[in-house]
């Protein structure tokens, strides 16, 4: 019944900025951590951004500084903003949330990813 939908990625030019939206639908008890994935051609899925209920966050090193991961809570929603973008910035990006459909029981969902392409 819980589906992660993407939305937001697209052609940008280095330099430039897009933010990317993950919004979680169905049956919702409550949504644990949520989490930012890329992965580029050629090469394995790595993790680019987490925020936890808390709101705390933490960020992979080669985007640090440059994406900021959010969340709304009342719209069962996350954000990436990704500004400063570079080619190598290029990738499928998937979101990955963990949800509580009843009480202490939490599973993984992933988004169907969205594409971002950074040229000019």
């Known amino acids: 019944q819980v589906q992660v939908v993407e939305s937001g990625g697209g052609l940008v030019q280095p330099g430039g900025s897009l933010r990317l939206s993950c919004v979680v639908l169905?049956?919702?008890?409550?949504?644990?951590?949520m989490y930012w994935y890329r992965q580029a051609p050629g090469k394995q899925r790595e993790l680019v951004a987490s925020?936890?209920?808390?709101?705390?966050?933490t960020y992979s090193d080669s985007v640090k500084g440059r994406f900021t991961i959010s969340r709304d809570n009342a719209k069962n929603t996350a954000f990436l903003q990704m500004n400063n973008m570079k080619p190598e910035d290029t990738a499928v990006y998937y979101c990955?949330?963990?949800?509580?459909?009843?009480?202490?029981?939490?599973?993984?969902?992933w988004g169907q990813g969205t594409q971002v392409t950074v040229s000019s």
């Open positions: 990955n949330v963990g949800v509580s459909t009843t009480p202490g029981r939490i599973n993984a969902y």
């Open positions: 925020i936890m209920n808390t709101g705390m966050t």
């Open positions: 169905g049956r919702v008890f409550s949504i644990g951590a």
